[in-house]
């Protein structure tokens, strides 16, 4: 199968587990305008659909992602119909659409889990980054080295410093060096390093859990987590108690405390 037939292959089990595998091997799974559609379009469709609990973005190949394709933007560059600006409106509307992209993972109703076998760099990292949760194998890198070519992680940026410290984040952005799994773990990009053997399974037994859950009551969780952190403290504080009022009349949460009093699973039926 060429390339170019399947960017981004989809796979829904019995427990509402998502695979959507980035299946570009031969570009390194680079983010051209073709594979954000594919991706946006994969992950709008999983919002629609009540079978899908949980979303695991993983990838096929030696590398995760190789952020942009710097090879279709360069050939933009040089486009006869873009010189007048010298490919201003091209790169705008490539960054808009990647931007887009980004922000739809946190905005998305379920959450979603970056599993990371390979080596995952500039807009490759900032999808980990953008990402839920995130595992990667112990021999994956993870670097944001834009600043090498000229060219700083500026959208990366915006994912990578939400996730982990400043000084963190300012020295993989000024140094460009490449960030080891376990040191990615460290700093707080990546949830755990693990064996290449046991990164599936361990993405995967992590997915069933979540999935085990009511999706309504995560529903009102994650937007919340988000919405939260950009605000005061007291603002944090009532936005969540509001959220927390909501929650408590859906049905899910009567259902599940009557349960936990009970000494018994609950029975969800995510509403």
Request: aromatic share 4%; net charge negative; proline share 5%.
């Amino acid at each position: 199968m060429a390339e170019t037939d399947e960017l981004v292959s989809a796979h829904c089990d019995a427990d509402g587990i998502l695979r959507l595998t980035l299946n570009a091997p031969k570009s390194r799974n680079a983010l051209s305008e073709a594979m954000m559609t594919a991706l946006a379009s994969a992950l709008a469709d999983a919002a629609d659909d009540a079978a899908v609990r949980v979303i695991v973005i993983a990838a096929n190949g030696p590398v995760f992602c190789a952020g942009h394709n710097l090879k279709e933007m360069t050939a933009a560059r040089q486009d006869p119909a873009n010189a007048a600006d010298r490919g201003r409106a091209y790169f705008t509307k490539v960054m808009r659409q990647c931007s887009a992209l980004m922000a739809s993972i946190p905005a998305h109703p379920r959450p979603v889990i970056a599993e990371v076998a390979a080596t995952a760099t500039a807009a490759g990292c900032q999808l980990v980054a953008s990402c839920d949760l995130a595992f990667a194998a112990d021999t994956a890198q993870f670097a944001t080295p834009g600043v090498n070519i000229g060219l700083f992680c500026s959208t990366p940026m915006v994912a990578l410093s939400r996730k982990v410290a400043p000084k963190h984040a300012m020295e993989m952005l000024l140094t460009g060096d490449p960030c080891s799994a376990p040191r990615a773990a460290e700093i707080g990009l990546i949830n755990r390093a693990v064996p290449a053997s046991d990164l599936t399974q361990t993405t995967m037994d992590t997915a069933r859990r979540i999935a085990s859950k009511s999706t309504a009551t995560v529903a009102f969780g994650k937007p919340t987590f988000y919405q939260q952190a950009e605000r005061s403290l007291a603002d944090a504080y009532d936005h969540a108690a509001a959220v927390m009022v909501e929650n408590m009349l859906a049905n899910d949460a009567e259902e599940g405390i009557a349960a936990f009093i009970e000494k018994r699973a609950p029975n969800w039926s995510d509403s």
